[in-house]
């Protein structure tokens, strides 16, 4: 059974800095698109980051480029959302997808609830 399972997501400042992890399992993810979206109430999912199996693509949402970073480490099929100078916008929750390529994603993992205060 595939999960993705994420974490990290907890109530910061603005400014402040935040880790999100997500761990796949259930089948290989060396060929998929890992990533992240967020969502806010009453709006559509965004994607915010995303990175191909073999790492050459990488894509980031205009609003944080040059703050977020996304990682993985394709041996333990995880990625890695590092979040910087982080602003109340932000505030969203997270989720981890995976997908085999840029435009189609096949899993969503449950979500992890970001909130950067004023």
């Known amino acids: 059974q595939v999960q993705l399972v994420e974490s990290g997501g907890r109530l910061v400042q603005a400014g402040g800095s935040l880790r999100l992890s997500c761990t796949a399992s259930?089948?290989?993810?060396?060929?998929?698109?890992l990533g992240w979206f967020r969502q806010t109430p009453g709006k559509e999912r965004e994607r915010v980051a995303a990175?191909?199996?073999?790492?050459?693509?990488?894509y980031y949402l205009d609003s944080v480029k040059d703050r977020f970073t996304i990682a993985r480490d394709s041996v333990k099929d995880m990625v890695y959302l590092q979040m910087k100078d982080l602003k109340p916008e932000d505030t969203a929750v997270y989720y981890c997808s995976a997908g085999p390529s840029f435009e189609k994603v096949d899993y969503w993992g449950q979500g992890t609830q970001v909130t950067v205060s004023s």
């Open positions: 990175k191909s199996g073999k790492g050459a693509v990488r």
């Open positions: 259930g089948r290989s993810f060396s060929d998929y698109y």
